[in-house]
């Protein structure tokens, strides 16, 4: 029998989580992945509890996020810890209404992505006037 905490962890949610964190579409991530890959594909993965451990790799790779992330983060941890957190704060430093939050780290995540985000929306908007182009040139 699976630990609770186990049971907790869905990698596909976890996925979905860190590329919108990342400002990355589905359609972005299925072409990094390839051909055998779509939006509607990446939908169906974000869906699945467990995944493939190469699949895990792959998506790691693209997004620079380690793949003991996806199989490890527990969003009711996460939440616990933090909540347990600010109730320590609260106690040793009472008076301190306003904490701080150093988010950096993920600003300097999404700085680093900024410019792949860029040119796979640029990707995609010659895509439509490629197929919008191709369409024309059926009518014809």
Same mark, same amino acid.
């Given at each position: ?42 939908? #169906?993965? =974000?869906? !699945?509890?467990?995944?493939? *451990?190469?699949? @895990?790799?792959?998506?790691? &790779? ?49 700085? #680093?992505? =900024?410019? !792949?985000?860029?040119?796979? *929306?640029?990707? @995609?908007?010659?895509?439509? &006037? ?11």
């Amino acid at each position: 029998m699976t630990n609770s905490a186990s049971h907790n962890i869905h990698q596909g949610r976890n996925i979905k989580r860190f590329r919108e964190m990342l400002g990355i579409k589905q359609d972005a991530l299925a072409h990094e992945l390839g051909d055998d890959w779509s939006q509607k594909k990446i939908s #169906l993965l =974000e869906q !699945k509890e467990t995944i493939e *451990e190469d699949i @895990l790799r792959q998506v790691s &790779e693209i997004l620079h996020i380690p793949v003991e992330a996806f199989q490890n983060f527990d969003e009711e941890q996460a939440v616990n810890i933090i909540a347990n957190t600010f109730n320590i704060e609260k106690e040793a430093y009472i008076g301190n209404s306003k904490p701080t939050f150093n988010i950096n780290p993920l600003e300097e995540i999404k700085k #680093l992505h =900024e410019e !792949k985000i860029v040119l796979y *929306e640029r990707m @995609l908007k010659e895509k439509g &006037e490629m197929i919008a182009r191709l369409e024309k040139l059926m009518m014809k």
